[in-house]
């Protein structure tokens, strides 16, 4: 079976653009989460959606939003980009409980 | 706030060593503790959980330990090889909650 993909890999954009990040979860999973991973750091937790709807939402700005669609697969955008949001997006799929990580879309912010 | 944090931030052992990654967590009302790896330019990976109503969890060549009462997680790798070089990162989630707060992370180096 397939575990969670992310696309693109990676992604070049400047600053004031916006940007969409593509997920799909392992087959079942109904739940996708979103985290922000800055170099150096631990991942920070920004979405979670379950069923289409959100569950829960980190200490992000409203620039940051999300949603998931009928088959599960979920896109995260961000809107008027800054320096700072330059970071590995990571996209978690939840069975039960446990996340399930996938590869990142690295995005660089110039 | 809540935070997870390592004790640890290099770690070096020699190949065929047991390691032991340290994680000290701040909310007790945390329930469930994972542990992950990461290598360069992956997402983190799966290694091991365990519930706070147990102490401890054992896996292939992995051992989760739980110290409730000083609100201390470890992570024991046997026999160290070279493909567990990785940063390793421990996380806690409570009950009825849906995010993960992770620490920053432990590198792991394993010398030949």
Redesign the interface.
């Known amino acids: 079976d397939a575990g ?1 993909t992310q696309s693109p890999t990676h992604l070049i954009k400047t600053r004031g653009q916006q940007v969409t990040l593509r997920c799909s979860p392992i087959s079942g999973h109904k ?1 996708v ?1 979103w ?1 922000q991973q800055v170099l ?6 920004i979405f ?1 959606y ?1 069923e289409k709807e959100e ?2 939402r ?1 200490n992000f700005p409203d620039r940051f939003s999300a949603r998931q669609f009928p088959n599960y697969s979920s896109e995260l955008n961000v809107n008027a980009l800054l320096l700072g949001d330059s970071a590995l997006y ?1 996209c ?1 799929s939840t069975g039960i ?8 879309t690295r995005l660089l912010v110039l | 706030g809540e935070s ?1 944090g390592l004790h640890l931030p290099t770690l070096s052992v020699q190949e065929g060593d047991n390691s032991i990654i340290n994680c000290a967590y701040s909310n007790s009302a945390s329930d ?1 503790f ?1 542990w ?1 790896k990461q290598e360069s ?6 290694i091991i ?1 365990i519930r706070s109503n147990m102490d401890k969890r054992q896996g292939q060549r992995v051992t989760v330990l739980l110290n409730k009462t000083v609100k201390h997680l470890s992570l024991q790798i046997a026999a160290t090889q070279p493909g567990d070089s990785a940063v390793y ?1 421990c ?1 806690e ?1 409570g009950l009825g ?9 432990t590198r792991l180096k394993v010398l030949a």
Do not use: N
Request: hydrophobic content about 25%.
């Open positions: 969670v739940s989460s985290y150096g750091q631990g991942p920070q937790f979670q379950y569950r829960g980190g990571l978690a409980e446990t996340q399930y990580f996938g590869p990142g | 997870v469930y994972i992950y330019g992956k997402g983190p990976q799966f959980d990162f996380a989630s909650t849906y995010k993960y707060i992770f620490g920053t992370g």
